[in-house]
């Protein structure tokens, strides 16, 4: 009745067709009976256990292999379709769950022959393996997300520090200038003193040589400030760099970046005296201590200051109590390089950690260990089967930054510890 009446506007749905007579030849019906109905043009879904059935529809047009997912350590069906290849029976493994004797097991694999067993084998490791893949994949891109979102911090911080460093210098330097002016002018009037008083050369000398001291020093002050402003930039343009890099891998490997659904947009609270505060695009949370016109003075901790008012965000009593928690070291973001610097621990210790987890490690501390401008690191990882040592070298080949990685000395735990020089320029 099915070959009779189906068309291109037929569902067919069968299930274990053809598995009422002898296999070979049940087998041989079933997929005749699915030629037909694909000439027909119909829909349909088709359950089977035959491989000659799983060979036809890998190799025809039209008909695509299809398998459920099934958790092969816990022996148990996750109830999820997965559309693309043919899946196992896994009669083995579920025979010996329900107890059957292993010498029993043994015979029918060798009565089934060594190409049935090794192709069920082969299934099974492909669902396995692509099971084991989708949660690495899945624990590279949150990682990729949470060092996105580090270094993104970091390049505004720096712009900020940049900002509010490059007002306070250009202030200290108009004071410096009216310091000059008003020790020149105080200078002149004592060289026209001692003129009018005829006294000796030596004395007005002795005041042009500090006027040209003092000037000196400020010259050398702005040259020191003009060397660390480019040193700060060099950092940004490395943090713009590894984006860059990241960006490029994931066009590589034909991922599609994550586009954030726009927000609704709700209206800022007006800051006032007393408000607690953020900075637009910063964490760290303030106490508004004055206002004057659009500027306002802000504790934030123990530093002050002063910000345009426009720039502030109002943000509750119970998001600063949250902010201003104690946190755990490692998610704290320091804004200030020295203190990093001072913090930075030269080692790290990834033993008894997963490779996932060690990676992780490993890349947060090489990315520290560059922006503070540490020259030499070490890894202690241990020896083992040497699998994590190599999981870590491999990343450490991926970093421009990193100039070698090699053993450390024998006497100091040779292969067990990798000794990473970076790039100081």
């Known amino acids: 009745n099915m070959l009779a009446g189906a068309s291109n506007r037929t569902l067919v749905l069968i299930d274990e067709f053809g598995s009422g007579t002898e296999p070979i030849i049940g087998g041989a019906i079933a997929e005749s009976i699915l030629d037909r109905l694909r000439s027909k043009g119909c829909y349909g879904v088709i359950t089977t256990h035959y491989a000659n059935i799983k060979y036809y529809a890998s190799n025809t047009e039209g008909i695509a292999n299809g398998a459920m997912m099934f958790d092969v350590q816990n022996i148990r069906p996750l109830f999820r379709l997965e559309i693309g290849k043919p899946g196992s029976s896994f009669a083995v493994e579920i025979a010996r769950k329900i107890g059957l004797p292993e010498d029993i097991i043994r015979d029918a694999g060798e009565k089934a022959g060594s190409d049935h067993i090794n192709l069920e084998k082969q299934l099974r490791e492909i669902a396995r393996d692509k099971h084991y893949w989708e949660q690495k ?26 900002q509010e ?30 003129r009018e008083a005829q006294a000796e050369k030596e004395l007005t000398q002795l005041a042009r040589k500090e ?51 726009p927000a609704v947009p709700e209206k800022p609270r007006e800051a006032e005296v007393g408000s607690k505060v953020k900075i637009a695009g910063q964490d760290i949370p303030g106490v508004v201590l004055s206002i004057k016109g659009r500027k306002a003075q802000v504790a934030f901790g123990q530093i002050l200051t002063t910000v345009d008012r426009s720039s502030l965000v109002v943000i509750s009593g ?3 109590k949250q902010a201003t928690r104690p946190v755990q070291p490692r998610t704290v973001v320091s804004v200030d390089v020295s203190a990093r610097k001072l913090n930075f621990k030269d ?28 020259g030499t690191v070490t890894i202690l990882h241990g020896k083992g089967t040497g699998a994590l040592k ?9 970093v421009p930054e990193v100039e070698r990685a090699a053993d450390e000395h024998a006497d100091r735990g040779g292969a067990g510890i990798t000794v990473v020089t970076l790039r100081m320029d």
């Open 165 to 194: 460093r490059s007002e306070i210098l250009k202030k200290a330097k108009e004071e410096a200038q009216r310091m000059i002016a008003d020790a020149n002018r105080q200078i002149e009037n004592t060289i026209r003193t001692i």
């Open 318 to 320: 119970a998001e600063f």
């Open 211 to 261: 006027l040209n001291d003092f000037r000196d020093r400020v010259e050398r002050t702005d040259a020191a400030d003009a060397a660390h402003d480019e040193r700060v930039a060099r950092e940004m343009e490395k943090l713009e760099r590894r984006r860059q890099r990241r960006a490029e891998r994931r066009q590589q490997a034909g991922e599609t970046p994550e586009v954030a659904q």
């Open 390 to 398: 190599e999981e870590i070298r491999r990343y450490l080949r991926t």
């Open 137 to 162: 994949r899945d624990r590279i891109r949150i990682a990729d997300r949470k060092v996105e979102e580090l270094e993104q911090t970091y390049a505004d911080q720096l712009s900020r520090i940049r």
């Open 347 to 374: 080692h790290i210790d990834v033993r008894g950690l997963r490779a996932a987890e060690a990676l992780e490690e490993v890349r947060d501390f090489i990315d520290d260990a560059i922006m503070v401008g540490v």
